[in-house]
């Protein structure tokens, strides 16, 4: 009788336990169909909504970082390129912290806008990061892309990269952890707690998020004259840039192919952005870190163009500290220099006939 | 680790599983305290040492209590104890807060001091397991609880996970006897714990991190707001600290219960508290009572004149204050506290006598006002946040709107539904098959409303 009553109850716990499991289960799929990502401080968001109110407005899109979100000025760009007859609109889609994968996501969303008369993405996807700082592992847009199959591809890759255990569990747990969070979509509420607090869209929020000009362009100010612990800050960021700038130029790509994993990354967001209609247009930035995956693809064909401004012998004027917020941002003085440079190297290749839109 | 998150799950799962493996008493107590040493080297590894030498002290100072038939000897031992846990406290708590107030104070007599700086790093839970610790050997002194022979059961007792980074504080009188008794599986409340469980998390993860966005960018410029924005930013305030600590001692009570062990209610809906008196019966009890117990009787408690009673108490709630944290703002924080209930003691020796709604309201209304000295990281912003919370006078004109106080009405009535437990009693009444259902849908429900930046427990500062 006892073992009866026993089986029964343990019976019964699993029976519950299965309910569990499966109400738990179905609710979680609904809930996924029914509750987008996002919230009203969202940066990726708000730009994204921004864009979207002009979308066939736009002939040119710039993604990547926050070295993009800092650095390309989308008016400078328009301007510049209009002088010279090969006229543009242009928008910046830089978000901190935004690698290949979230650069992916965006393009997908930028796609799904279906916009008219998008010719150019220009892209600086500034490494892959399989090793990821686990402080951006709960960030919203990496937490966005961490669905279980990118997660197990990524997990693959990393499983192959031959790391000793400690640094091999280092760099799959932060990933693992997003797509947990993913797959029970933890903050997937934040649009509704958002306006329950009465947090909304308003013109400031956007402002403050997408730039002065609303175009997606937010400068680094300059620090140089601050006071305190401002100013001490900016003297130590200075003193650490001009530390590793004499390092930096002597620094070579090195020998070997290219990573696998990150030449499929740079094949994957080239197709994504030729999906769009678009060509895709890779550009290193001036920064004291050189992208020797995204050189090497350039070299064997991968990436169709690569413009490159990360030699700061021949870039002296963009490596100079006072255009400088730290190793990778430019000030706002710099990013204009900068945006300028390009633009005109742009020119100089639609002119030529090396770029064109598909 | 903190409950809120994913790791902690598995933890727990992994502990709880491999415990009721466990066949004998001992093997599972072994078990217990070897996840809690796990569990609080995750936090910082190197503050295990202190746990240690804490248990250690207080299990010796135990047994010669115990041993000694001379008053003066065990009157040593326990001098020993608190001079040692207070010690300890002293230097890691408060070292760096009396260090700045000295120079302060020099600074404004004219004298100049540039002393290094110490850079102590506060051990989490240390207030906690201090005063677990002290309250033992006080217990073994006054000879009310015998001092217990086995280490094993005394380090568990320091150390138990749910409870130990940020309370309830637990009494060894409290803990010690479930140490002795056989732990069954059938004896486990397994459906009032998980409930208990799923409503900390809702409180914690779903209320009190969400509300943080409305709180913190006021706290952060309060003198660029408006009044509005002002009472809406207090009143979330007084809303996030009680869903994040109540929420986490409502997971600590839930998770000890799973393995058998219960420990004590820490909160009983204090913001429906009719008098300050009342609120501190509600509010963090484990502390209040230990206050009381330890500080305020001893200090003479309602003995004496009525001059020495107000002393008492108000001494009692300056240092409470103290506890909370290393600095002036939760003095005052104590101060505000002190004087609300040396004057409602007046006020009820006077017979006079508030209707229940007002009192409800002047106590609300009271702490939720010491609560902004409590979350203004400046006093210059407290006061800044006084004006505006009293006088409906701010300087800003940023505003929040309305929409934040329809919300916090709902919290309210939510806060109010919630003390007639009616979530509990109709668990208790469910069918198996449908409380496991429902269970799965308000789990992921959860998780969906949870904000995706863990933020660790506010009290795990204390």
């Not at chain 2, 260090?99 to 004298?111: H, M, N, Q, T, V």
Request: charged share 20%.
């Amino acid at each position: 009788m006892a073992a009866n009553g026993e089986r029964s109850s343990a019976g019964a716990g699993f029976g519950a336990l299965a309910l569990f499991a499966l109400s738990f289960t179905l609710v979680t799929l609904a809930l996924r169909a029914f509750l987008p990502h996002g919230g009203a401080r969202e940066l990726v968001d708000a730009k994204v909504g921004r864009f979207a109110r002009e979308r066939d407005a736009y002939t040119l899109v710039f993604a990547g970082s926050s070295r993009v979100h800092r650095g390309f000025v989308p008016e400078v760009f328009d301007a510049r390129t209009t002088a010279a007859g090969v006229p543009t609109r242009s928008f910046n889609f830089g978000a901190p912290g935004s690698r290949a994968f979230e650069i992916e996501r965006l393009l997908e969303r930028v796609g799904e806008l279906a916009p008219a008369r998008l010719d150019f993405v220009l892209v600086d996807p500034e490494g892959i990061a399989l090793l990821r700082d686990e402080r951006n592992a709960l960030a919203r847009q990496v937490i966005e892309w961490h669905d279980p199959a990118t997660t197990l591809r990524l997990s693959r890759w990393i499983a192959d990269a031959g790391l000793p255990y400690p640094q091999l569990w280092t760099a799959l747990a932060p990933h693992w952890k997003s797509c947990a969070y993913n797959v029970f979509n933890i903050g997937r509420s934040q649009r509704l707690v958002d306006a329950a607090l009465g947090e909304r869209r308003t013109d400031e929020i956007e402002r403050e998020l997408v730039g002065p000009r609303l175009d997606g362009y937010a400068p680094l100010g300059d620090e140089s004259e601050g006071l305190g612990r401002r100013g001490q800050r900016f003297q130590k960021r200075r003193e650490r840039y001009l530390a590793q700038l004499e390092d930096y130029k002597g620094l070579r790509v090195g020998e070997g192919p290219a990573d696998a994993f990150a030449v499929e990354m740079y094949r994957e967001i080239r197709a994504r952005i030729e999906d769009l209609g678009a060509t895709a247009v890779f550009v290193t930035q001036p920064a004291l870190y050189l992208q020797e995956d995204l050189i090497k693809a350039a070299e064997i064909g991968e990436i169709p163009l690569l413009l490159r401004f990360d030699d700061a012998e021949r870039f002296a004027e963009l490596y100079a500290p006072e255009r400088r917020y730290d190793e990778t941002h430019l000030n706002d003085e710099g990013a204009r220099l900068f945006t300028e440079q390009l633009a005109d190297e742009f020119v100089a290749r639609v002119k030529r006939g090396e770029l064109a839109p598909r | 680790m903190i409950f809120t998150e994913l790791s902690f799950l598995a933890f727990f799962a992994l502990v709880f599983g491999v415990h009721w493996a466990l066949q004998g008493a001992r093997a599972r107590k072994l078990w217990l305290l070897a996840a809690s040493y796990c569990f609080y080297a995750a936090w910082d590894w190197r503050f295990l040492s202190l746990i240690l030498g804490s248990s250690a002290l207080d299990y010796l100072v135990g047994l010669k209590l115990e041993a000694s038939g001379d008053e003066r000897a065990r009157k040593r031992w326990i001098t020993l104890s608190v001079a040692l846990n207070l010690g300890l406290l002293g230097v890691f708590k408060y070292a760096n807060f009396f260090l700045d107030s000295a120079l302060a104070l020099a600074r404004s007599l004219g004298f100049e001091a540039n002393p290094r700086v110490l850079g102590i790093v506060l051990p989490v839970g240390i207030s906690f397991y201090t005063f677990q610790t002290l309250s033992y050997s006080l217990d073994v002194y006054r000879r009310q609880l015998r001092a217990r022979r086995d280490p094993l059961d005394f380090a568990l007792f320091v150390t138990f996970f749910p409870q130990l980074v940020a309370g309830p504080i637990v009494r060894a009188i409290d803990f010690l006897p479930q140490l002795e008794r056989k732990r069954l599986w059938s004896d486990v409340r397994v459906r009032a714990c998980l409930t208990l469980f799923l409503v900390g998390y809702a409180k914690k993860a779903c209320v009190g991190d969400n509300i943080s966005s409305l709180v913190d960018p006021y706290f952060e410029s309060p003198a660029d707001f408006d009044a509005l924005s002002a009472w809406s930013a207090v009143l979330f305030y007084a809303v996030q600290i009680y869903c994040d600590f109540s929420g986490y001692s409502d997971m600590a009570i839930a998770t000890a219960g799973l393995f058998g062990y219960q420990l004590r209610t820490n909160f009983d809906f204090p913001y429906l508290a009719t008098s300050i008196r009342d609120f501190w019966r509600r509010w963090h009890m484990s502390l209040s009572s230990w206050l009381r117990d330890y500080l305020y009787i001893p200090l003479g408690g309602n003995r004496g004149s009525r001059l020495f009673q107000q002393r008492n108490l108000l001494l009692t709630m300056l240092l409470g204050g103290l506890w909370h944290g290393a600095g002036w703002n939760f003095v005052i924080w104590g101060a505000l506290h002190g004087a609300a209930l040396v004057a409602h003691r007046e006020w009820e020796r006077a017979g006079l006598r508030l209707p229940a709604l007002l009192g409800l309201l002047a106590t609300f209304w009271w702490t939720c006002l010491a609560w902004i000295f409590f979350r203004a990281p400046t006093l210059a912003g407290a006061l800044v946040t006084v004006r505006s919370f009293v006088l409906f006078d701010s300087p800003g004109t940023r505003s929040t709107g309305w929409v934040p106080l329809a919300a916090f009405a709902a919290l309210a009535l939510l806060h109010w539904a919630c003390s007639k437990r009616w979530l509990e009693r109709a668990s208790e009444r469910m069918p198996e098959w449908s409380y496991a259902v429902a269970l799965g849908v308000l789990a992921s429900l959860a998780l969906a409303c949870t904000n995706a930046a863990v933020k660790p427990f506010i009290y795990f500062q204390f």
